[in-house]
Every structure is written in C-alpha cells, then in structure tokens.
Antibody
Framework: QVQLQESGPGLVKPSETLSLTCAVS?????????WGWIRQPPGKGLEWIGS???????YYNPSLKSRVTISVDTSKNQFSLKLSSVTAADTAVYYC?????????????????WGQGTMVTVSS | EIVLTQSPGTLSLSPGERATLSCRAS???????LAWYQQKPGQAPRLLIY???SRATGIPDRFSGSGSGTDFTLTISRLEPEDFAVYYC???????????FGQGTKVEIK
C-alpha cells in the first residue's frame, strides 16, 4: 500500500526558504494519486497548503500561493514543498498526504493516506 | 473560499455516551464533498468519513456522518476510550479545487 515519509530541515531561519520532501513507497508517483501538503502550527488546526498531480497540475491555498511551490520528481518517486520568505508563523508540523484520483474531472478527494509529519521551526 | 465552522469547540462526555459534532459551511458544499478526520496527540489525522456519509476503510460503524448543503454532522453512537480526540471536518468540493478544514472539535473525557 502507499506509504509517505516527510524529510527536511527541522530548523529554518526567518526570510529563508523552507524545503521539504515526501518520499512515496509502495506505489508509483506517476499514476493514480493526487499528492498534497498540509500543516499544523503547534496547538492549532490543520491548514491545506497545496496539491499536485504527476502531470504537474497544481492547486495552492490562495493565502500561501505567492510563497509556495510544489513539484514532483518522478525519477525519485517523491514530491516536494518549497515555502519562501518564512516567518515564525510558518512554524508547524508539515504533513504530506494523498488521495486516489481517477483522472476524470477536477480532483475531488479526501486525504486518506498521511505521512507521520515533520516539525519545522522558524527561528534565528 | 468556503469557511467551515465547527461546534462545539469542546465536548465533555463519558465513555458509552453519544457524541454529536457539527460542521457548518459558509456556502453550499458541492455534491457533499465533506470529510471528517480524527486526530490524536502526536499523530497524523485519520480519515473517518468522506462524501459526507461514507465510512473510510476500517472505520467502525459507531461513526456515522450525515448532512448536505451547508450543515453536516458527525455522530459517534457510543464513545469508546480510544475515541477521545480532536475531530476536523474538511470540504473538497470548491471550484477551483481547494481543501479547507474546520477549526476542530475536541472530544474529552468528562
């Protein structure tokens, strides 16, 4: 079955770019799933960041769109998140997640597969 | 953007009791594209309900979802000790596609 594992620096300096990777195992990233990033600040709720299909089709949270880039690397079977100009407000647990997509119509899916999450702190 | 408002913020109940959680959307959720998740401390969220009323794989039948349009409900018929957690609703029917979460309801032991 599909398994997801986040990785990346746990500490990022203010104004720099946060970069995370989600490794996909048990399935080819090039078929059948939409891949996404969700974050959760300490003690707070969940916030969707963005989603991507292997074709490169992406959707971003409008509130973060100007700072976010999500990409797929099919050769490594992984997808990535870059968030620029970070501040302390970007401190959060970052999750990667996915749902099955049958390639018809706009993507409409609830995230049923999640990584364990990785904590990222923005601090100098 | 569709805003989801969950109520109550905290629900204090005893094991064996019935829990009723509400999720209200700022505009109609297309085709009942509404999901519910359970999250325990230190864990990733787990999908419970999708399509407003369909249970995800492996979810016990004490969990049920209902509703349409702007008003949705998650019901836990009889609370088990492992059900005390935070629950989030999420919509995924907006156009263009986007996924938004409610702020969560904590179900705590009374």
């Amino acid at each position: 079955q599909v398994q997801l594992q986040e990785s990346g620096p746990g500490l990022v300096k203010p104004s720099e770019t946060l970069s995370l990777t989600c490794a996909v195992s048990g399935y080819s990233i090039s078929s059948g799933y939409y891949w996404g990033w969700i974050r959760q600040p300490p003690g707070k709720g969940l916030e969707w960041i963005g989603s991507i299909y292997h074709s490169g089709s992406t959707y971003y949270n409008p509130s973060l769109k100007s700072r976010v880039t999500i990409s797929v690397d099919t050769s490594k079977n992984q997808f990535s998140l870059k968030l620029s100009s970070v501040t302390a407000a970007d401190t959060a647990v970052y999750y990667c997640a996915s749902f099955y997509y049958d390639s018809s119509g706009p993507p409409r899916g609830a995230f049923d597969i999640w990584g364990q999450g990785t904590m990222v702190t923005v601090s100098s | 953007e569709i805003v989801l408002t969950q109520s109550p913020g905290t629900l204090s109940l005893s094991p064996g009791e019935r829990a009723t959680l509400s999720c209200r959307a700022s505009q109609s959720v297309s085709s009942s594209y509404l999901a519910w998740y359970q999250q325990k401390p230190g864990q990733a969220p787990r999908l419970l309900i999708y399509g407003a009323s369909s249970r995800a794989t492996g979810i016990p039948d004490r969990f049920s979802g209902s509703g349409s349009g702007t008003d949705f409900t998650l019901t836990i018929s009889r609370l088990e000790p492992e059900d005390f957690a935070v629950y989030y609703c999420q919509q995924y029917g907006s156009s263009p596609p986007g996924w938004t979460f409610g702020q969560g309801t904590k179900v705590e032991i009374k």
